[in-house]
């Protein structure tokens, strides 16, 4: 009526009225249309735009948080209506990957508070999916957020420790809140007391989110989901808590929860899922009130003390949960083979022997710390990174590893034949080194075989009663230092820099085709054969002749003409090269080098029971694979 009554007045009045009436109608039409583009726009290509723009903002500065809530202009007659000033919107309710428009400045950093509401708007099927991290895991929550997308899951969230992580995550379209933990923005390292600061607030963020009533999936950043999840956990509706755990040995060879009694090792808590119930916000508050009294007590070992008060009975017969806790707490184990961790998918392949899907890998199990972890996914191209890590300056170097196939399946498989085995595949990959140096090349790392398995502990080799197959592929990080080689150490004591990829990389699909279009096969041959004159257009069936036994000169003479070919691949690197002829250089190339391998753990009934891996191993006669004998003895080979 009202509407009807005013029309009717715009009619019979002057026309001056009639276009004020107008203009003002459009600009309230118009206004809200832009308000709801910019809050409910959905880009399905931002994401992956995303893992190519670290920075959101057209001027090229950083944004910084303000006042300002996405700079939208309210009307005067807005404000007449309401009294009350209006709240921060809860920047949340568009659709996840809806990129923030560019010339927008961020809403203030009570926007991002964690709330009920906010949660809401993610849930599905009352469960929500959660990591948190700082900003030096935003490459791993990326991947974990990407892996979520391909397999059609949007009710998740992440939360930022920083606010440099928080504000990088909303440019990006991702659904972010503020965890208010003012924490490092850098990798704090494993064990420290910022490390441990980290696992209290995961704590603290469980206790916040289980009193809203919606089942939470909590997860590390360092894990990725491979299948989805939540109708597995459906299948166990009674549960008040599902729990992955550090077990490599098998106690179930299905899809089953693990049989408990037959599980001796920790219950991980980097991917466990928890239902509101009285049981389960009990454990939740004792759990944190027990690391809240005490900040050394890591958090796993704290969950794992209080849940193993009490471990059974079953509570069935079929579901293989247990009453554990306090009596009342339904229990769960994810089955390893499956919920995999870093010993179950990357060592073992629990689940390829099994012929199982695996839902999802946590890099536990693994050396050379946060550069150990990215390069174990990347090995199992798992891990997304920007398109320039597909295409390097300068370009590729491969080699196609030999190895005897006695040295690789004959003998027993002992410390003794491992060395041998490691020592034979890592002298040909100091030579791809120094040639991936000369040639100023990113070296792709060959695949590395090992006989026996690296722990922290002693062992007898392998693990008894777990599927590691000797020999295996073994993770770079068994033998050498990730971190190390991909650390800036000082050019003028190590030489230059030598960048390294997983030996997966040329197979990836994200490899761009220019890349897979610009190869060059060099075939190694000997001197004064036919076509091996050290030329570099000398070649046959497609490949490049290049002579063994050459030095430094030739190796810069012939591929200086190659330097527009992405890859350069040979087929052996036996014999390739004679050594460096600039003797400063190689001294800082051998200084270099002598870093970047690790060491093997570790021997039964010794102390200390580990030993060096030695890269110039072969340059001292008798070496053996023995521990240090005394501590004068205990240092590294450089």
Not at 447 to 476: A, N, Y
Not at 583 to 596: A, D, G, M, S
Request: proline share 8%; hydrophobic share 40%.
């Amino acid at each position: 009526m009202a509407l009807t009554k005013g029309c009717e007045e715009v009619v019979h009045s002057r026309p001056m009225f009639l276009t004020i009436y107008t203009v003002v109608v459009v600009a309230i039409v118009v206004s809200s249309l832009y308000v709801f583009s910019a809050l409910y726009s959905n880009n399905p290509s931002s994401l992956l735009s995303s893992f190519s723009s670290s920075s959101p903002s057209p001027s090229g500065e950083e944004p910084h948080l303000t006042d300002q809530i996405l700079n939208v202009s309210q009307s005067e007659t807005v404000h007449a209506v309401s009294s009350a000033p209006p709240e921060p919107p809860n920047v949340w309710t568009r659709p996840a990957f809806g990129v923030p428009p560019h010339n927008k400045k961020m809403p203030p950093l009570e926007a991002f508070r964690l709330t009920k509401e906010l949660v809401q708007q993610r849930v599905k099927d009352n469960i929500i999916i959660v990591t948190f991290g700082n900003y030096a895991f935003m490459d791993f929550i990326l991947t974990w957020v990407k892996h979520l997308t391909e397999l059609g899951l949007t009710n998740y969230l992440v939360g930022a420790m920083d606010t440099k992580l928080l504000e990088a995550l909303y440019w990006k379209g991702l659904p972010v809140f503020d965890m208010g933990s003012h924490m490092s923005a850098i990798d704090v390292g494993w064990g420290s007391p910022t490390f441990h600061k980290m696992g209290r607030e995961k704590v603290i963020l469980i206790n916040s989110m289980l009193p809203f009533g919606y089942e939470l999936l909590m997860c590390d950043t360092d894990m990725v989901w491979l299948k989805n999840p939540l109708p597995y956990i459906a299948h166990y509706p009674e549960a008040d808590v599902l729990t992955s755990s550090d077990q490599v040995v098998p106690t179930v060879v299905d899809d089953s929860l693990e049989v408990w009694e037959e599980v001796g090792a920790a219950y991980n808590i980097g991917i466990f899922h928890w239902r509101p119930t009285e049981s389960a916000k009990k454990l939740a508050k004792e759990w944190k009130e027990l690391l809240l009294a005490d900040e050394n007590i890591w958090d796993q070992n704290g969950f794992n003390d209080i849940v193993h008060r009490q471990l059974g009975p079953s509570v069935d017969d079929d579901s293989g949960l247990l009453y554990a806790y306090d009596g009342n707490l339904k229990l769960g184990i994810l089955p390893a083979s499956i919920f995999c961790s870093g010993h179950t998918y990357f060592v073992q392949a629990m689940h390829q022997q099994l012929r199982l899907e695996p839902y999802a890998v946590h890099t536990t199990f693994q050396y050379a710390g946060t550069a150990g972890k990215r390069h174990r996914l990347r090995e199992a191209m798992l891990f997304y990174d920007p398109p320039e890590y597909y295409n390097p300056p300068g370009g590729f170097l491969s080699f196609k590893p030999s190895i005897p196939r006695s040295l690789l399946l004959n003998g027993n498989h002992t410390i003794g034949s491992h060395f041998t085995l490691i020592n034979y595949q890592m002298r040909q990959i100091r030579t791809a080194l120094a040639i991936a140096s000369l040639l100023n090349r990113t070296l792709v790392m060959p695949p590395l075989w090992c006989k026996i398995d690296r722990l922290w502990f002693p062992h007898p080799g392998v693990l008894e009663g777990s599927m590691t197959r000797q020999p295996f592929l073994c993770p770079l990080d068994h033998v050498f230092e990730v971190n190390v080689m991909l650390k800036e150490l000082p050019e003028e004591e190590f030489g230059p820099k030598i960048d390294i990829r997983e030996y997966s990389i040329l197979e990836n699909s994200a490899l761009p085709a220019e890349v897979k279009k610009s190869w060059l096969d060099v075939r190694l041959c000997k001197k004064g054969t036919k076509d091996c004159n050290a030329s570099n257009n000398t070649t046959f069936g497609g490949a490049l002749k290049f002579p063994k036994h050459s030095n430094e000169e030739t190796f810069i003479e012939i591929f200086s003409s190659f330097k527009h070919v992405k890859v350069i691949q040979f087929s052996s690197l036996q014999d390739a090269f004679t050594g460096f002829t600039d003797k400063e250089r190689e001294q800082r190339f051998r200084k270099r080098v002598k870093h970047y391998v690790g060491i093997w753990c570790c021997v039964l009934d010794h102390t200390p029971g580990h030993i060096y891996y030695d890269m110039y191993w072969d340059e001292k006669p008798g070496w053996k694979p023995i521990p240090p004998q005394t501590s004068a003895d205990d240092h590294p080979p450089w």
